[in-house]
Antibody, heavy 121, light 107 residues
Framework: QVTLKESGPALVRPTQTLTLTCTVS??????????VNWVRQPPGKALEWLAM???????FYNTSLKTRLSISEDPSENQVDLTMTNMEAADTATYYC?????????????WGQGMLVTVSP | EIVLTQSPGTLSLSPGERATLYCRAG???????LAWYQQKPGQAPRLLIY???SRATGIPDRFSASWSGTDFSLTISRLEPEDFAVYYC????????FGQGTRLEIK
């Protein structure tokens, strides 16, 4: 049973850069052939896929947000970071990390509990 | 990107009734990589169905799904109190997208 947990700041100021960390409870991201996705959900709204990194280090991004997103991994800590630049109020959302399955790695079969990030002056 | 349109927006039913939720894709979904998730208030989504018709591990058999062309559906045969939630479809192939959700509420 893999568990994922998000961490990071609950409040960021407009124009700041957000960095969130997903800690995965496996011995090794690479040995487990883990793919980790990030998904967000503004309050009362639908889910939006953001990015994915696989165990080989290949990275995939939402095309609409690609210029603002960066995903990276720290294999020694079993952590995956998501960075989003130039935050604005519309980025207020609960941010989830999730394990990716299926042929492409975008089937989300285990989720973290989520973390609410508020963008406010 | 593939746009997914879910209907209805809200479905009001009673426990024991049958529920059918719909998801229409704006274009063909490759290899039927269509998934359904359930989300309860304050919780993360939970995977119910993948590859259009396959139940995920531990999902009761009252949940079933089907598809025809670009139209997908999720059926709950007899609603239990714990089934009232928001349901999302997702195309899990290249450049994944989600539908806007259907809220299943108690009538």
């Amino acid at each position: 049973q893999v568990t994922l947990k998000e961490s990071g700041p609950a409040l960021v100021r407009p124009t700041q850069t957000l960095t969130l960390t997903c800690t995965v409870s496996v011995v090794s991201l690479r040995n487990a052939q883990m793919r980790v996705n990030w998904v967000r959900q503004p309050p009362g709204k639908a889910l939006e896929w953001l990015a994915m990194i696989d165990w080989d280090g290949d990275k995939f991004y939402n095309t609409s947000l690609k210029t603002r997103l960066s995903i990276s991994e720290d294999p020694s800590e079993n952590q995956v970071d998501l960075t989003m630049t130039n935050m604005e109020a519309a980025d207020t959302a609960t941010y989830y990390c999730a394990r990716g399955g299926g042929n492409y790695g975008f089937l989300l079969d285990s989720w973290g509990q989520g973390m609410l990030v508020t963008v406010s002056p | 990107e593939i746009v997914l349109t879910q209907s209805p927006g809200t479905l009001s039913l009673s426990p024991g009734e049958r529920a059918t939720l719909y998801c229409r894709a704006g274009q063909s979904v490759r290899s039927n990589y269509l998934a359904w998730y359930q989300q309860k208030p304050g919780q993360a989504p939970r995977l119910l169905i993948y590859d259009a018709t396959s139940r995920a591990t531990g999902i009761p058999d009252r949940f079933s799904a089907s598809w025809s062309g670009t139209d997908f559906s999720l059926t709950i045969s007899r609603l239990e109190p714990e089934d009232f939630a928001v349901y999302y479809c997702q195309q899990s192939g290249w450049s994944p997208t989600f539908g806007q959700g259907t809220r299943l509420e108690i009538k």
